[in-house]
């Protein structure tokens, strides 16, 4: 600008920055009960030669460091990215080795975002000696707006270092910065926007859901939980929309919101199987499917008999280890009553369906876990049944562990018939 706006030569431009000193000078000492700081801004730094930036800066200095008790804040700015970041880096490692009275300074950047590069360009400033950085919230300003403090200051955090400033209930800043700006940011603005801590990709949320539970078995504080650089919960985002489900999605995701959401843990021949469910669910409205949706598609195909199958009750009994067993139940609209006997509860009553139908009907696969803990506790088995070689997984829940296998049983007997 020194040609094109001032139409001065070098000494003019100085000229004007040691005039503009003295005459703060002369407002500050003329108000000495006031607690002054200063700051100089050499305008169109990056395209200025750096030892001519240098002189000038240091002839503003010279002028006022003795007039506050605050450092003097040279603030370099990138007015117009016009370069790779790292070179932006260089210029700062030379003012700071440069520069005279350096003590005396605070070095600071003021990168605007012209190549999309700002906040690179920050972090090469910073470990190149520069003491503070002028940037915006979600990188607000002219053209391309300024660097971006909310990204500095959380790439920071994810590295250890307290860039001291809360961003502990992120999402209320941001709808206070959309209010007052009247724009909005971006969804995939990093660490702000609505979908940063989301993963639509099967493999992305298998690598989650194994993520949260590998760190609730080990109780390690530390944040490794893959895909996502940040605990959304220090930002005061919940876990509620980091799997979200829709035709890219795959077992891991859906079998994640139901644990989450609902308490299930599905053995992993169930995940395949419910993710198929709702992968057709997905193909066929080709919408993004939410967790009551999921769980909806899950009690319709796994936890809610059909044909009018259920349970009633059932009597159980032991001797020379040899369980005895008698279930009431509806079968197709009529109450039967299924004796059985076996090596366990569970065993009878397969066999007494097998000899009450006349087929053969085997358990292929079986897994139970706990919902809840305490008096309300439930209990869910999973139980899938073998016919001629087709198999059908059931579902069921109780707070009684047999009677939750028994539904389960009726529920895939009722698919599998």
């Not at 605050?70 to 030379?94: C, F, R």
């Not at 509860?345 to 097998?354: E, K, T």
């Not at 506790?377 to 073998?386: F, N, P, R, T, V």
């Amino acid at each position: 600008q020194r040609k094109v706006v001032f139409n001065q030569d070098k000494e003019g431009i100085k000229e004007i920055a040691i005039n503009g000193a003295l005459k703060i000078k002369e407002l500050a000492l003329a108000n000495p009960d006031t607690d002054w700081s200063f700051e100089y801004s050499p305008e169109s730094f990056t395209g200025t030669e750096l030892d001519y930036a240098a002189e000038v800066c240091d002839a503003v200095v010279s002028i006022l460091k003795d007039v506050s008790k605050h450092k003097i804040i040279i603030n370099l700015p990138a007015t117009v990215e016009m370069s790779t970041p790292n070179i932006y880096g260089d210029q700062i490692e030379w003012m700071d080795k440069n520069l005279k009275n350096r003590k005396d300074i605070c070095l600071s950047l003021h990168p605007h975002n012209d190549r999309g590069t700002a906040v690179a360009a920050s972090e090469f400033g910073l470990m190149a000696g520069a003491d503070r950085v002028e940037g915006t919230l979600f990188g607000n300003g002219e053209r391309t707006g300024n660097v971006d403090i909310v990204t500095i200051a959380l790439n920071m955090l994810t590295q250890g270092i307290d860039p001291q400033l809360d961003f502990s209930n992120i999402n209320s800043v941001m709808r206070e910065v959309e209010y007052c700006n009247q724009l909005p940011v971006h969804p995939r603005h990093p660490y702000a926007g609505d979908l940063v801590f989301t993963a639509f990709s099967g493999s992305h949320q298998d690598a989650i859901k194994k993520g949260f539970q590998a760190m609730k078995q080990s109780n390690d504080p530390e944040w490794a939980v893959p895909y996502l650089p940040i605990d959304p919960a220090d930002l005061g985002r919940s876990y509620e929309a980091v799997v979200r489900i829709n035709s890219q999605s795959g077992k891991g995701g859906v079998a994640f919101l139901l644990e989450k959401d609902h308490g299930v843990s599905l053995p992993r021949r169930l995940q395949i199987s419910m993710s198929q469910k709702i992968q057709k669910v997905a193909d066929e409205t080709g919408k993004e499917i939410s967790s009551p949706e999921i769980w909806d598609i899950f009690e319709t195909n796994f936890l809610k008999p059909k044909n009018n199958f259920a349970y009633q009750s059932h009597r159980s009994s032991t001797k020379d280890d040899v369980n005895e067993l008698e279930v009431k139940m509806v079968m197709n609209s009529k109450e039967v009553t299924v004796s059985g006997t076996g090596n366990g509860p569970i065993d009878s009553f397969v066999n007494g369906l097998s000899k009450e139908l006349g087929i053969n009907i085997k358990i292929s696969d079986y897994h139970q876990s706990a919902i809840s803990s305490g008096s309300d506790a439930q209990a869910a088995a999973y139980i899938e049944l073998e016919k001629d070689g087709q198999t059908r997984w059931g579902v069921g829940i109780n707070p009684n562990t047999t009677r939750a296998s028994f539904e389960a049983i009726i529920v895939g007997l009722s698919k599998i018939l």
